[in-house]
Structures are given as structure tokens and as C-alpha cells.
């Protein structure tokens, strides 16, 4: 997963147009040098605070008289400790800190659900945090926005102008800045150097038209340079065009198929499978759209869930369902273990991974301690259907997905043999 490292882009600096830098972490921040101080475009997450300010005063001593807020994830605006210690330090005015309303939502959400939201992170970030019980991920202290934005400002500053523009994406809560006088969109998240984060199986809903109406603002703009959220500085007309149109053409694409399709009434299972067997190798082999963090098929939930209830199949076998613990025992009274694991065996060895996944399942839910050598048996396998699985996988979602259950059976195997040992 060599590209999964740009997403992270830890301590590089690209200064470009005369004036602006681009400051690789997690995630990207972004400074614009004008005489009368600083534009600085999102903050990092809280971890990456000091690095982006000893990176940012090795460029400049000018105070910061401007932070924008390209939207409230942590990873964008948690790391602004060190500045704040400078400004005290050296009696600077506070900056001006902008933020499009919805933040502030948002942020009240996080601490509402800070318990859970320390969960699902570790969950999604896996690989990153280990077991670093210092890594922040809620909102419990904020450096709060002096102004808000309902769609559209601007400001000037050492006699450049800046705009700012209210789109949703990836968030209800995105701004993204044109910077007329060098040509330079600030992007925030709206673009990650890969397939947009837009159907992320553990968080809220995002926005895939929406998201397409954003790129083809921005595309308006004939921008020459585009700071991603995540990954590299893109330079040069053609490029910056080529991501904004390629994205914002498969953001239609994945919006409009499902709609047609949940027009037909089609149920989502159905419109998912239809949906993996058309997808177009134009965007499969872009290079803006390599599904290193998002991913296609998570995208189709997304436009599904956006104007769909819950009850997916059309099954009113789902609408009151019973543990699938439960179930698994009843199946088991039925076909014995053994011949699930054999046929799950079977379809692993003709790289059918999901079906192999689906026909296990009944065995390890299903078992108690009574049965240990097939319930072991049937955990290493799906172990190594899971790890082939992790293997072929790209999205970085995804992989910590696979590999969290991969670390939760292996533990579960100690268990199991610790009490037969007792
Ligand atoms: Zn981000």
C-alpha cells in the first residue's frame, strides 16, 4: 500500500506560486505569506500540531492573521496548540478563525458521542494508532471560528483577495478557498488524491451530488494549482482539471446509476451487484480515483442510504430479525459443522472469498466450546480468507476493517486454548 503513505504525507513542505505551502500530515496544511501575515488553511489533526508549526517557522516568522476551517474532522483542525502558545508568547492578536456554520454541530455531536466516536476511530485508523492511547480523536477542546459562513466570503489581506465557498461532500460542513490572485484552490477533503472518502461504512452520510456540483464549481475556476486535503500538490491546468472533472464525472456517475436503478425498484442488493459489474475502467485505472482510502462500493451505500430507509433486501425476514448467533445454532441442527467447513474450504480454494465468508460464518457463530477442534479449524480459516482478502485489498478503510477481525479471531483461538489448557 505504497500510495497510502501520500495520504498521510507526513513532514513534507512544497512551497509553490511564490507564496503558498503545502504541508504534508494528517492532514494537509496549507499557508498562504502575504505582508501583513499569514492565511493558514487547516491545522492538522492534534499529533501533527508540532510538526506542522516547526515546518511552517522554518518557512516564515510572519503571525498567522487568518485560519480557516475546510471542514471539523479531526484531522484538520485539533493541532493548534503550538500556535497558540506562540501567539501568547509573543502577545500576537488571536487570528481570525473561519469556519462554515455547521462546524459547530458537529463538533457538539463529537462530544456528545465521544465515547463512541474514540471506538469507531481506532476502528478506521487501526494501523496507524496501534495502541497509542494518546491519539485524540473527539473534539473535547476547540479552537472555536470568530466568523461564520453560511455559503460565501471573502477577505482581504496584504492586498490579495480570498474567497471562500460553501460545498458539501464529504461532509454538510466543507469550505473551500479560491485564491484568484496566484490561481490556487484550497480543497480541503473535497479531494484526496484518490476515490473520495464518501461512503465510509462507520460514518454519517455524505453527499455524492452535491460532491459533483462542488468539483464543477471549482472546475469554473481554471484554477493552475489544487491543494488536496490528503496528498500532493497538484500543478498545472490540465491536471487540476483532469482530477476535478474525472471526480466530479464519477460522483454523477455513482449517484445516477443508483437512482435509475432504485427508479426500476430495485432492492439495494440487487442495485449493488449491478452496480460492481458496471463501473466504467475509465475511472477503475484513473489515477485520481485509486480507492486508497474510499472506495466504489462503498460509494453505492452511500447514494442508497442518502434517499433510502433502512429495510434494504425487501425481505420481512429482516424487519424483526433474530440473533445471528441464534440462527447459526438452528442451521447447525440441520448440516453439521463439518460440512459447512468443508464446502467453505472448498469455495476458498476456487477463490470465491465472500461466498467462503458467508458459509463459515454459521460454524464459528454458531459452535460453543463443546465442538474445539472444528470451532479452531473454522477460525483459522476464515482467518486466511480474511488475510487473502487484505492481500488484494487497497482501501485503507477497508484493510483495517479486515485486519481488526483478523487480530479479534487470532485472539479469540488464545482463548479458546487457553480454556481447554484449564
Ligand atoms: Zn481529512
Redesign the pocket.
Known sequence: METISSFFGFGNTTSFADMCHLIGA??NCCVIETDEGLVVFDIAQEQFGQLVFDQLRSLTDRPIKYLIYSHG?F??CFGFSPFVEELKKNGWEMPQIIAQENILNRWEKYRMLEGYHRWLNRQQFASVIGNDSSFRLSARETLDPTIIVHEEYSFELGGWTFELFHDKGETDDALWLWFPGKKVIFS??LI?SGFPNIGNPYKVQRYPKHWALAMERMLAKNAEYLAP??GPLIESKDKVNDVLSITAEAMHFVHDEVVKRMNQGKWFEQIYNEMLEIYPDRFKDHEYLKPIYGCYPFAIHAVYRLYHGWYDKGNPTDLFPAESDIIAREFLKISSAEAYFEHAKKLFSQGNLQLALHIIDPVIKGLDLKRPEILLEAIKLKISILEKQVKDESSFITSNILTNEVIRLNARISDIKENLDS
Open positions: 494528517f492532514g474532522h484531522d484538520h480541503g477533503d484526496i486535503g490528503h
